[in-house]
Nanobody
């Protein structure tokens, strides 16, 4: 089992930047594909970005493509989500997740989840 903890959320003005971190404990992250998802009240959790187990492949939702970047540092057992040019519609609770698969964009294929970190973008 792997325990995940997100950090780095907060309040930022539109156009600003934030970097989210997801630190893992219990097992090394190098054995998992990692993903970022977000959720607003009353809506389903949606895919934001993912990075393959090897780190060689990344995938992004169309709504964040070109603004968000997902990276992983397996030596630090941490995954990052760099968010730039933030928009009010990016406001959500952001979750990181780990999948036993080599690669996935689907929440149902992720096995472990963090508690989430709130990101609020003001207009």
């Amino acid at each position: 089992q792997v325990l995940l903890m997100e950090s780095g959320g907060g309040l930022v003005q539109a156009g600003g930047s934030l970097r989210l971190s997801c630190a893992a404990s219990g097992r090394t992250l190098s054995t998992y594909a990692m993903g970022w998802f977000r959720q607003v009240p009353g809506k389903e959790r949606e895919f934001v970005a993912s990075i393959s187990r090897s780190g060689s492949s990344t995938s992004y939702a169309d709504s964040v493509k070109g603004r968000f970047t997902v990276t992983r540092d397996d030596a630090r057992n941490t995954v990052y989500l760099e968010m730039k040019s933030l928009k009010p519609e990016d406001t959500a609770v952001y979750y990181c997740a780990a999948s036993r698969l080599a690669y996935s964009d689907y929440a149902r294929q992720y096995n472990f989840w963090g508690q989430g970190t709130q990101v609020t973008v003001s207009s």
